[in-house]
């Protein structure tokens, strides 16, 4: 519910990219634990038959209670009855995704494949300390404290756990620059301003047409999340 003062959002669901369309099937009874969002996007995109899902939750006017940031909110609780977590490592970022938290979570309904990471300042990251520092850096400029949880995730074909990385890895790769793109357009309707890498480039931007396609590789592990 919005509270007094708070700044207007409507976060827009990302358009499909590269053959990803919306579907109305959800694709598994399964919400990441980010409550009190501002605006929410849960939406399930296919395509030649396979079935991806993205969750984005949208803060800003953050106030005790409804803040991204904050003592249980998180992938999956421990209060969770239904899914746990049964690994969790980190991915690097490449030219055209972020650095992300991978998980498996198991449940009776089976498994499923997540990557999350999240948005502040117009730039992508995987560690709340530097979230919350960007949300202060911003508010000391005069700046809006608007943030948001990504999360994408999908079942393994089977047991083939490396289907699901790739499946998420090439959804990632095709939707980064739209589901940036509705961050940015959220952020902008309450007068905010663009952000950048710290190479000038924006999070999401398409290599040129002389870079390889690399980035399709699946990319080595960096250590456990903290």
Not at 144 to 163: F, I, L, Q, T, W
Request: glycine content about 10%; cysteine-free.
């Amino acid at each position: 519910e919005a509270h007094a003062g708070a700044p207007d959002r409507t976060l827009a669901l990302p358009r499909g990219a590269e053959g990803w369309t919306p579907v109305p099937q959800r694709l598994a009874e399964f919400r990441p634990h980010f409550l009190n969002a501002r605006d929410t996007v849960h939406q399930t995109y296919e395509r030649a038959g396979s079935k991806v899902s993205l969750f984005i939750g949208y803060y800003a006017g953050q106030r005790d209670g409804a803040e991204l940031i904050e003592f249980g909110n998180k992938l999956v609780t421990s209060r969770d009855r239904t899914w746990q977590i049964v690994d969790s490592r980190r991915v690097p970022a490449n030219e055209t995704i972020p650095p992300v938290v991978e998980s498996r979570l198991r449940s009776q309904q089976g498994e499923l494949v997540t990557w999350h990471w999240y948005w502040a300042g117009g730039q992508w990251s995987i560690r709340p300390e530097e979230v919350k520092l960007r949300q202060a850096f911003r508010q000391l400029g005069g700046g809006g404290d608007d943030a948001a949880v990504v999360v994408v995730y999908s079942h393994p074909a089977g047991s083939r756990h490396d289907e699901a990385n790739k499946l998420v890895l090439e959804f990632v790769n095709a939707m980064a620059p739209s589901i940036r793109s509705a961050l940015e357009s959220a952020r902008h309707s309450g007068g905010g301003q663009s952000g950048a890498r710290l190479d000038g480039k924006p999070w999401g931007a398409r290599p040129g047409p002389s870079r390889s396609r690399r980035s399709l590789r699946w990319p080595r592990p960096s250590g456990r999340p903290r």
